[in-house]
C-alpha cells in the first residue's frame, strides 16, 4: 500500500475512532431490531433456496425459533466480537496507534 494511503488511515483512526468496529456494531444492532420486530410480531422472514419464507410464530413455532435464535446469536456475535476482532486488527497495523480511551485486553 501507498505510504499516503497509511497515512490517510491512521489520520482518520485519530480523528473519528476505529471505522470498521463500527460498521459491524451497527450491522449487529440491525440484527437485534430485526429480532426485537420478528418478536414483536410474531413471524419471521428467512432466505430459503431461491427466495425466502416467513414463518409465524403460532403456525409454525419449531421453525419459527429455529430462524430467530441464529439471527439473535448473530446480532451477539457482530456486536461483541466481530468488531473487537477487528478493532485489535486495526490497532496493530500501525506502529504506533492512538491510545483509545477503552481497552478490551487487545
Not at 470498521?20 to 440484527?31: E, R
Not at 414463518?55 to 435464535?69: Q, S
Request: charged share 15%; with cysteine; glycine share 10%.
Amino acid at each position: 500500500m501507498p505510504v499516503s494511503f497509511l497515512g490517510a488511515l491512521e489520520d482518520l483512526h485519530r480523528r473519528y475512532g476505529l471505522a470498521m468496529h463500527g460498521i459491524f456494531q451497527i450491522l449487529g444492532v440491525c440484527a437485534a431490531s430485526y429480532v426485537v420486530y420478528s418478536f414483536m410480531t410474531g413471524e419471521v422472514y428467512v432466505k430459503s433456496g431461491l427466495w425466502g419464507r416467513t414463518f409465524r410464530r403460532d403456525e409454525e413455532p419449531w421453525k419459527y425459533w429455529g430462524a430467530i435464535i441464529p439471527y439473535s446469536v448473530l446480532a451477539i456475535a457482530l456486536i461483541f466480537f466481530f468488531g473487537q476482532r477487528t478493532q485489535a486488527k486495526w490497532l496493530h497495523s500501525f506502529p504506533n496507534p492512538a491510545p483509545l480511551p477503552y481497552s478490551f485486553g487487545f
